[in-house]
């Protein structure tokens, strides 16, 4: 598929928004390392969600017609995208209610402050599966067409949301180890996953749809004799993006190196001494490549008729 940069900052920053919303509350609640102060929550919170805003802005800008954007929101029976779209307006007014009422230090105000932003955590994780499962729910492209997508966007999502607040919070009485804790966990398992989800990507290549298969001829190889075009059309563009096997590797180890390695090993302390900061920033870059091979490698069955043996 066609990677349009539109989309991966869309799902980069309001991934990363949404895990921030959700980190920033249960840190809040849960008082772990101390928790945050009212102003922080106030500050980090608004950041939350201009992040989520600026992605879903941007998501617009990948339709044909932005000016009817707005009908996304009229198929939340049958479509994710429109789920993901009416969750996500559904999380602003309890997340805004949730940051607004820390201006106030008041005792009465405070469970009322706690249950919004509860509905707010749970509107955050709908939103973001609701985001992986617009992909996952594609059985016309394999590499997309597996759980592990959603919850690949659930990992990563609270994985840079953590540590943009890690980041955030740390100050002049030193980093919050019960966050930086989480931090590591996260990036850990996060890791993994992505390591599983390649692996399922890339092996075994039976499971791919084939010419036979789609056909239904199983006796012998079929062939496609003529593709009906000599030059690439609409479709071969947007759902035939074609990437070398080197530079897919070499895109690979940059994830692992710059979205998980070398954050782990610095916020564990066995390399280097960078700032928190730098280690976001990394991680960022990490996380766009990601998603950049996550577009770049799905294969659409639909390549079959256009002379692609295997998808």
């Known amino acids: 598929m066609h990677p349009a940069f539109s989309v991966i900052f869309f799902t980069v920053t309001s991934g990363a928004g949404l895990g ?17 102060t009212p102003d ?7 950041l939350a969600l201009i992040m989520v805003a600026a992605g879903l802005m941007s998501s617009v800008f990948h339709l044909a017609n932005p000016v009817n954007a707005w009908r ?14 009416v969750f996500a307006m559904a999380f602003y007014p309890f997340a805004m209610l949730y940051v607004g009422l820390t201006v106030w230090d008041a005792s009465y105000f405070d469970t009322s402050r706690k249950l919004a932003g509860a509905v707010g955590l749970l509107m955050a994780w709908i939103t973001i599966f609701s985001t992986g499962m617009i992909y996952g729910c594609l059985k016309t492209i394999r590499q997309w ?17 953590a540590m943009i607040l890690l980041a955030l919070t740390a100050g002049t009485q030193g980093t919050n180890e019960a ?7 996260l990036l850990v398992v ?30 012998a190889k079929v062939k496609i004799l003529d593709q009906g075009h000599t030059h690439g059309t609409f479709l071969t563009q947007e759902f035939g993006y074609e990437v070398g096997q080197q530079i897919t590797v070499l895109l690979k180890v940059v994830v692992f190196a710059a979205a998980f390695i070398l954050p782990i090993l610095m916020l564990a302390g066995a390399w280097g001494s960078g700032s928190v900061g730098g280690v976001v920033a990394l991680m960022l870059v990490g996380l766009v490549v990601e998603r950049w091979l996550f577009f770049a490698e799905a294969r659409h069955v639909i390549n079959l008729f256009h002379g692609a043996q295997r998808c």
């Not at 996304?72 to 779209?85: C, I, N, P, Q, V």
């Open 145 to 161: 067409n597996t759980p592990l997508v959603p919850l690949n966007y659930l990992l990563l999502g609270h994985m840079s949301g």
């Open 20 to 36: 921030l919303f959700a980190l920033l509350y249960l840190v809040d609640v849960f008082q772990l390392g101390g928790g945050v």
């Open 190 to 219: 996060a890791a993994a996953m992505k390591a599983v989800y390649y692996y399922w990507i890339g092996y075994p290549r039976a499971m791919g749809s084939t010419i036979n298969t789609a056909t239904g001829f199983t006796r």
């Open 40 to 46: 922080q929550v106030l500050s980090i919170g608004i």
């Open 179 to 185: 966050l930086r804790s989480i931090v590591l966990v």
């Open 72 to 85: 996304a929101f009229s198929r939340y029976r049958t479509s994710w995208l429109s789920r993901e779209g």
